[in-house]
T-cell receptor, first 115, second 117 residues
Framework: GESVGLHLPTLSVQEGDNSIINCAYS??????FIWYKQESGKGPQFIIDIRSNMDKRQGQRVTVLLNKTVKHLSLQIAATQPGDSAVYFCAEIPRPTSGTYKYIFGTGTRLKVLA | DTGVSQDPRHKITKRGQNVTFRCDPI?????LYWYRQTLGQGPEFLTYFQNEAQLEKSRLLSDRFSAERPKGSFSTLEIQRTEQGDSAMYLCASSLSALAGGGNEQFFGPGTRLTVL
């Protein structure tokens, strides 16, 4: 079935270094992708999104890259801070014409920032 | 706080009991979603409402599960005859449809953690 998965379940990064979290998706018809951050005991929090007609989008300290050829999504966090420690999920959103609005989430990558 | 709220935050129950969770979406949002999340996994879609209409249900939503959104505002998720496998975090999210001026982003609540003993 359709799925969104992550290559690395845990990523440990030194404070101040850059982090790269990867995600593979399987549905080439997906229209939109979102990265969420989830801290312990909280719901997922929106970080950044990207449409399928884009290759790159930048936010504040975060960049999302989309490679549709290999169905790969990545989240880059610059100058990683202790507050970035969390689990990160990518979510795949189908086209509105597909008749569904459900997000498909991957397993998640835990980011640990080392002091 | 004008975000999505859920109640209760934690629920411990014995196997076989019924439980009901409540979700209050962001007030102007017309779409509401329920997800289930188990430890170490991403959220799994359960069901979706547009206003008061339940438009999509996952096969994960067995006949022991029922969700309602009677007035198109808050929603409830009931689980009957709970089983230990129902233990999970139940997340609610809301969004505003594009026709109503929104984007695709779903805003999540803090979740209700259910433990079935």
């Amino acid at each position: 079935g359709e799925s969104v998965g992550l290559h690395l379940p845990t990523l440990s990064v030194q404070e101040g270094d850059n982090s790269i979290i990867n995600c593979a998706y399987s549905n080439s018809a997906s229209d939109y992708f979102i990265w969420y951050k989830q801290e312990s005991g909280k719901g997922p929090q929106f970080i950044i999104d990207i449409r399928s007609n884009m290759d790159k989008r930048q936010g504040q300290r975060v960049t999302v890259l989309l490679n549709k050829t290999v169905k790969h999504l990545s989240l880059q966090i610059a100058a990683t801070q202790p507050g970035d420690s969390a689990v990160y999920f990518c979510a795949e959103i189908p086209r509105p014409t597909s008749g569904t609005y459900k997000y498909i989430f991957g397993t998640g990558t835990r980011l640990k920032v080392l002091a | 706080d004008t975000g999505v709220s859920q109640d209760p935050r934690h629920k411990i129950t014995k196997r076989g009991q019924n439980v009901t969770f409540r979700c209050d979406p962001i007030s102007e949002h017309n779409r509401l979603y329920w997800y289930r999340q188990t430890l170490g996994q991403g959220p799994e879609f359960l069901t979706y409402f547009q206003n008061e209409a339940q438009l999509e249900k996952s096969r994960l939503l067995s006949d022991r599960f029922s969700a309602e959104r009677p007035k198109g505002s808050f929603s409830t998720l009931e689980i009957q005859r709970t089983e230990q496998g129902d233990s999970a975090m139940y997340l609610c999210a809301s969004s505003l449809s594009a026709l109503a001026g929104g984007g695709n982003e779903q805003f999540f609540g803090p979740g209700t953690r259910l433990t079935v003993l």
